[in-house]
């Protein structure tokens, strides 16, 4: 069964950082392109980056470049979301998501985690 | 950046009733469509992709079809569990963008 389980939200002041994980179980962690997608209290869904097997390759939305990094640790079969500069905006609950063929579909979704930014 | 414009945003219907929601985007993306459902509090699920394949486990009332700038989803016969939000999202180009919502509640 696949599963993935995010972990370290939290409430942080603006300006603030924090690391989000994701830990994957149930499929071939090493073969998938990765994300993470996130959704504001009561908004709709926004994609945030996206990260391909090898740890190099990455894309983000422009409200998060610069800010945050999505990483990977293959041997550990885990992703990663450092958050840095936080911003009120960024307000979400962050979902882990894996992606099919080495396309833009999520398949797999985590629960998700909350952060909120916050004075 | 493509915008993804979902119609109707609300939609009030009865178990039973056919249901299309429609999705346009502000672009051609070809067939690079997929649609998810939300239920409160949980994470959103994979229902179709490529416009028009259903995802493994996914019952086939569930229907998508369209390319290029207009894209539908349909429910044939709405059951109880369908309630809930549905979201379309383009891979046809990064920034990867999802529309705003449709939610979909009982009559």
């Known amino acids: 069964e696949v599963q993935l389980v995010e972990s370290g939200g939290d409430l942080v002041q603006p300006g603030g950082s924090l690391r989000l994980s994701c830990a994957a179980s149930?499929?071939?962690?090493?073969?998938?392109?990765m994300s993470w997608v996130r959704q504001a209290p009561g908004k709709g869904l926004e994609w945030v980056a996206s990260?391909?097997?090898?740890?190099?390759?990455?894309h983000y939305v422009d409200s998060v470049r610069g800010r945050f990094t999505i990483s990977r640790d293959n041997a550990k079969n885990s992703l990663y979301l450092q958050m840095n500069s936080l911003r009120a905006e960024d307000t979400a609950v962050y979902y882990c998501?894996?992606?099919?063929?080495?396309?833009?579909?999520?398949?797999?979704w985590g629960q998700g985690t909350l952060v909120t930014v916050s004075s | 950046d493509i915008q993804l414009t979902q119609s109707p945003s609300f939609l009030s219907a009865s178990v039973g009733d056919r249901v299309t929601i429609t999705c346009r985007a502000s672009?051609?993306?070809?067939?690079?469509l997929a649609w998810y459902q939300q239920k409160p509090g949980k994470a959103p699920e994979l229902l179709i992709y490529?416009?028009?394949i259903l995802q493994s486990g996914v019952p086939s009332r569930f229907s998508g079809s369209g390319s290029g700038t207009e894209f539908t989803l349909t429910i044939s016969s709405l059951q109880p569990e369908d309630f809930a939000t549905y979201y379309c999202?383009?891979?046809?180009?990064?920034?990867?963008?999802f529309g705003q919502g449709t939610r979909l509640e009982i009559k």
């Open positions: 999202q383009q891979r046809h180009s990064y920034p990867i963008t």
């Open positions: 149930g499929f071939t962690f090493s073969s998938r392109w």
């Open positions: 490529t416009a028009s």
């Open positions: 998501a894996s992606l099919y063929n080495d396309v833009t579909i999520f398949d797999y």
């Open positions: 672009q051609g993306i070809s067939n690079f």
């Open positions: 990260i391909r097997q090898d740890d190099i390759t990455k």
